[in-house]
């Protein structure tokens, strides 16, 4: 079946510009995550959606990072007033939320570059 | 705080041969470990895990082990193919937290 897929692929924006990601998980699942990889570094958990439930926003960097879900499917990530340190790659994952499983299925990510 | 750490950014194996991964974490709340194979321009997808009540899983030519008492977990992987040249990452998972914590990855290269 259909994996995650995530648009675009690629982004070059310039600082202070706004930016938005978007994310589709796979059909069925009902938790939905945002990831960065910085470049040399490991993944950088952002936020986190399950079901109706508030989403988890703990890892979100600064107030210019925001990101909604609609429908219980797709995901926008949206950065406002891009700053250079933004650039990375923006990885979504989606996964059923089954207790004692934590297998997370990744997209292909969306490199962001601020210029 | 780098709770998730692995501390060779990378490893070269012969073909055939065996490769172990490392990663140790610090966190003692951590109850569900995971490894990710990650190519490039592609995202990380999921190989194996084990939960704390274990300390072995085996999955094919992937072997992890987990030593709870020294906080460290390993993947094994035997016999080694040039296939498996990718970045391996380790991540960790708290009761009742959904996300992950990642470790920065090992780019294990196989050479045939």
């Known amino acids: 079946g259909a994996g995650v897929s995530q648009s675009p692929s690629n982004k070059v924006t310039e600082k202070g510009k706004d930016v938005e990601l978007r994310c589709d998980p796979i059909?069925?699942?009902?938790?939905l995550y945002w990831y960065r990889q910085s470049l040399g570094q490991g993944l950088e958990f952002l936020i986190y959606?399950?079901?109706?439930?508030?989403?988890?926003k703990s890892g979100l960097p600064s107030d210019r990072f925001s990101a909604e879900r609609t429908g219980g499917s797709v995901s926008t990530l949206t950065i406002q007033r891009t700053q250079q340190e933004d650039s990375a790659v923006y990885l979504c994952a989606s996964s059923r939320f089954t207790s004692g499983s934590y297998e997370q299925y990744f997209g292909p990510g969306t490199r962001l570059t601020v210029t | 705080d780098q709770q998730v750490k692995q501390n060779s950014p990378s490893l070269s194996v012969q073909e055939g041969r065996i490769s172990i991964l490392n990663c140790d974490y610090t966190?003692?709340?951590?109850?569900?470990f995971l490894w990710y194979k990650k190519y490039p321009a592609e995202g990380p997808t999921f190989l194996i895990s084990?939960?704390?009540?274990?300390d072995k899983n085996e999955d094919g030519r992937f072997t992890v082990f987990l030593n709870k008492s020294a906080k460290h977990l390993s993947l094994h992987i035997v016999p080694s193919q040039p296939g498996d040249s990718a970045v391996y990452f380790c991540a960790a998972s708290a009761r009742g937290f959904q996300k992950l914590v990642f470790g920065t990855g090992t780019r294990l290269l196989v050479s045939p």
């Open positions: 059909s069925g699942h009902t938790a």
């Open positions: 966190n003692s709340m951590f109850d569900y």
């Open positions: 959606f399950q079901g109706n439930s508030a989403p988890d």
């Open positions: 084990i939960s704390s009540i274990k």
